[in-house]
């Protein structure tokens, strides 16, 4: 079971829509995407490059190494292979996020359906 860790604040994501932060000792990047806010494993699984650098366009996560572009909601990539973890992502009503402690395995062989960030 995750536990929580205060990571932002919800104002912090919306002039810049995306932040680097670390959790666990893992660098984590959010997101904010349509009023949502997405975490993925900062580091990128193909060139290991930082998401957190890259671009959000048409609610798709750019790499700035390859340009691949990544699903916030799965961490799957568009016609590639590999899949970025994501984390729990939870808001407050006070805007605090709050990111899980323990990530979503990739998906990409799981079988699991899509399963969307948590808000409150």
């Given at each position: 079971m995750s536990e929580w860790v205060h990571v932002a604040e919800l104002k912090e994501l919306t002039r810049r829509k995306k932040k680097q932060v670390t959790v666990e000792g893992t660098p984590v990047a959010l997101f904010l995407i349509d009023e949502e806010v997405f975490a993925l494993d900062d580091v990128c699984v193909h060139k290991e490059r930082f998401l957190s650098k890259g671009t959000v366009l048409d609610g798709?996560?750019?790499c700035p190494g390859h340009q691949w572009k990544f699903d916030p909601r799965t961490g799957r990539p568009?016609?590639?292979?590999?899949?970025?973890a994501t984390w729990p992502v939870m808001v407050t009503e006070e805007g605090a996020v709050l990111v899980g402690t323990t990530p979503v395995s990739p998906r990409e062989s799981s079988g699991l359906e899509d399963v969307p960030a948590v808000t409150s």
């Open positions: 798709q996560v750019i568009e016609d590639q292979p590999g899949c970025q």
